[in-house]
């Protein structure tokens, strides 16, 4: 079995050891993060996770993040990209508050456990419920020096490795969206449709006034969606997709899906209608 098939089929290890893992520690940890995201941190219980979005006071994505909550820290995952945006991001908020930081990207590793099958592989210790291919699963963070243990013992219970490529390929399949590649700075919460890292009734927290906004207002201007485009030509980051003669949007990632026989792609668009990506024609589709 491959790491498509794996992750479509069975369960796959996907190695994230390359994330920004980010531990926080403090009896105000909780309440500071809750001040800073765009989910409900302060009603985590110990041993749960949950999505959230870093955003500036512009009400622009920063960077989004998975909060693992343990009973004497909390650790906050993100991007490699953003792993130092994040630290000093937060860093610059703590005032009088008993919170410390510490990186711990270099001594712990990251294995993603995804796909129909991986939940009977799940792991006591620090477990993130959310998955970066948008399959079922979980990633397991632990020492670095248990790694190599870790994929042993995943390996001897059928879990199969997928590669960069194969991930990406079934996330693109499940509508699920990278910061990076979908998300930059440039885009608005809803913009994403990643409604799961919003919570409405929390509080206040910084780039919360935009995000009221946009929700009473009830709509944005352009959506982050899925597409299915017809062919195997892979279009690149930026191509235009057209809705008959005018711009509908443009790609932000896209390849080719084994499985499905097509191209699927993630796009922002104005308008679902009448679509084509250089001359194939294509579809918005949910996942």
Avoid at 193 to 207: T, V
Avoid at 239 to 256: L, N, Q, R
């Amino acid at each position: 079995m491959t790491g498509y098939e794996a992750l479509r089929q069975g369960a796959a290890i996907i190695d994230l050891s390359a994330r920004g893992r980010i531990r926080a520690t403090g009896e105000d940890r909780l309440r500071l993060l809750h001040a800073m995201t765009t989910n409900h941190v302060q009603e985590m219980r110990a041993g749960t996770s949950l999505y959230a979005f870093f955003l500036n006071a512009q009400g622009r994505i920063l960077a989004d993040a998975d909060i693992w909550c343990g009973a004497e820290a909390a650790l906050v995952d993100v991007e490699p990209e953003t792993r130092e945006k994040v630290f000093q991001h937060i860093d610059r908020y703590i005032i009088a508050d008993d919170v410390t930081l510490e990186d711990v990207t270099e001594t712990t590793a990251e294995i993603g456990v995804e796909g129909p099958g991986a939940e009977a592989l799940r792991r006591e210790g620090i477990a993130i419920g959310n998955t970066v291919t948008g399959q079922p699963g979980f990633r397991l963070i632990v020492p670095v020096d248990e790694k190599e243990a870790l994929l042993a013992e995943l390996r001897a219970a059928g879990a199969v490795e997928a590669s960069a490529e194969e991930a990406r390929a079934v996330r693109l399949e499940n509508g699920r969206p990278r910061y990076g590649e979908d998300m930059t700075e440039a885009n608005l919460a809803q913009e994403t449709g990643q409604m799961r890292a919003l919570h409405f009734n929390k509080g206040c927290y910084l780039g919360q006034e935009i995000v009221e906004r946009v929700r009473s207002r009830g709509h944005v201007n352009r959506t982050l969606r899925a597409l299915r485009i017809e062919g195997t030509d892979v279009p690149a980051a930026g191509t235009k997709v057209m809705s008959a003669d005018k711009e509908a949007g443009e790609i932000t990632s896209a390849a080719y899906s084994p499985g499905e026989g097509c191209v699927r792609a993630l796009a922002y668009l104005r308008t679902v209608e009448n679509l084509s990506v250089a001359g194939a024609a294509a579809q918005a589709v949910q996942g």
